[in-house]
């Protein structure tokens, strides 16, 4: 299959692609899953560490103005072993089965790429012969729901692959976990929050030099928990430490810690501890 270009209504494969054919298709409102020789790629780059596979590495990227998307290529050997790319409205002839934005890698930076084993991509490369072995057939009422299915799980295979690398990589998403809450309790214990917000999820992203994407996934995969919970947990942890010294009003430390209103920060307190800020005090 050398070479081999193949296509349908919404779906293009290729095989010893360019790079710069993935950018084109991103440009043209596709998503692109292009696999790479891991010797090929710049292991700083496309971010491959030593717990990690080196066999192939895998790019998942979704649409972008031209111009994006050929900066993107700058981290991209030349020539892409395989390449799928899929225009949304191929999704839609199986609804209510998935949509492409649902697969939250495709927010992924290239340095937070998927790193694959030689049977990873044994299993990608044999979905993707699936769909170039489907497409000589007739186009009836079938055709465009199989080869949507058939992406389908070239997607699911992706998700549970990068599942797989967050596991090896569990010792590192730790020490970054580690470092974002430790940020986090100095940005708290600073005060300002109360003139400055709550970090958003970008913000906090960055601390850690992830995508926010990556980032979001990772907190999941460690602690169970979005930032957003991570943050509302933190905020009453320091709630309960201020009102445990008496010497602070509720709608205080509603204001200090951002919570909006006195009123909103009762019901979260309340919530989280099963006891209102008073009783809170009273039991410290």
Known sequence: MKGMTVGYTGLHIEYDADVHVSAVLRSHGYYVMAVAEGAACDAAATGCGNCDFGDYTLFCMAPVAMASA???????????????????????????????????????????????????????????????????????????????????????????????????????????????????????????????????????????????????DMLLFVTGRTHECLMTERRIEAARRMLATRCVSVRSVAEHLAFGSEAYFRYIYKKITGRSPEQGAADA
């Open 70 to 216: 050929l900066v993107g290529t700058v981290a991209m050997p030349r020539t892409l072993r395989m390449l799928v790319a899929f225009n949304p409205t191929l999704l839609a002839r199986v609804p209510h089965e998935c949509d492409a934005p649902d697969y939250t890698f495709f927010g992924y930076s290239l340095h937070e790429a998927l790193h694959m084993s030689v049977a990873e991509y044994g299993i990608m490369s044999g979905c993707v012969g699936d769909i170039v072995g489907e497409l000589p057939h007739e186009n009836d009422s079938y055709k465009g729901a199989i080869l949507a299915r058939h992406v389908i799980r070239i997607l699911d295979y992706a998700q549970r692959f990068y599942d797989r690398q967050f596991a090896m990589r569990e010792e590192e998403c730790k020490a970054a976990v580690g470092l974002y809450l430790d940020s986090m309790d100095g940005y708290i214990a600073s005060g300002r929050m109360a003139s400055e917000g709550v970090p958003s999820v970008g913000e906090c992203a960055a601390v850690v030099g992830m995508s926010e994407a990556y980032f979001s």
